[in-house]
């Protein structure tokens, strides 16, 4: 399938990372989507007239790492859990193919998510003095925090010739712990980044025709349930989700 996806890829309009600086959206609203892998190539197919894909160093599905953070209690976790208004997630992310790394806060508030990042020139399980300063700057909550997931997928990120909109597509799903890896290769992540919720948007139209309706869901914690189990992370609330991710494998 991949290089069919690549040859369809190809066909879009390309843009540049320095290009997107219109599109950067470090405050936006987020709108997700969940759907096999099998209908990846459909859905694009309806989007090449309307987006450009990134394309960075000749690559267009490149790889992303993120390494997240939490207390002992998984506070992160639970409040996302617990359905907060206000919530953290804290990570670093890689662009393997780049070889870029940042230290990013992610700040979702009443509906909106604001990231900051500062680039770092490494990934530490044990952060230093200066990436655990940065936290406090973004007043994250917890301060006592050490790694619990690395996850790693591929990523298709296309932006509106339209509007100030930019759509990921993630796929190859796979989180890690230690010697433990789960995987998620028959689904695909969509995330529609946008500076207000609009139903113009030229994919929210493909979609809506297809009877396929946003979906809330968290690569995070999602992850933490597979890697940690069931015994051992309340997750009542994501019941539902987890039956329908295991309906793709």
Not at 95 to 101: E, I, W
Not at 151 to 156: E, F, G, L, P, V
Request: net charge positive; proline share 2%; aromatic share 12%.
């Amino acid at each position: 399938m991949e290089n069919d996806l690549i040859k369809l890829l190809s066909s879009f309009e390309p843009i540049s990372l320095k290009e997107m600086d219109r599109v950067k959206l470090m405050n936006r609203v987020e709108t997700k989507f969940l759907f096999g892998v099998d209908r990846l190539m459909e859905i694009l197919e309806e989007l090449k007239e309307d987006y450009q894909v990134v394309k960075i160093d000749g690559n267009m599905l490149p790889t992303y790492s993120s390494l997240y953070f939490d207390d002992s209690d998984f506070f992160f976790y639970n409040e996302h859990h617990r359905e907060r208004t206000s919530r953290y997630k804290v990570r670093y992310r890689t662009y393997v193919d780049s070889n870029l790394s940042f230290l990013e806060v992610k700040h979702k508030y009443k509906g909106r998510t604001n990231k900051k990042r500062i680039k770092v020139e490494g990934v530490y399980d044990n952060m230093p003095p200066l990436h655990r300063d940065f936290l406090k700057e973004m007043q994250v909550p917890k301060s006592d925090l050490h790694a619990v997931m690395m996850n790693q997928y591929s990523r298709i990120t296309l932006v509106s010739k339209h509007s100030v909109e930019r759509l990921t597509l993630d796929i190859n799903l796979s989180f890690k712990l230690g010697e433990t890896q789960k995987d998620l290769k028959n689904i695909v992540i969509a995330e529609l980044k946008q500076e207000r919720v609009t139903r113009d948007s030229s994919f929210y139209k493909v979609v809506r025709q297809k009877e396929m309706r946003p979906y809330r869901l968290s690569k995070y914690c999602m992850g933490i349930i597979k890697l940690y189990g069931q015994e051992h992370i309340k997750y009542n609330r994501f019941k539902q989700k987890l039956l329908r991710l295991n309906n793709y494998d």
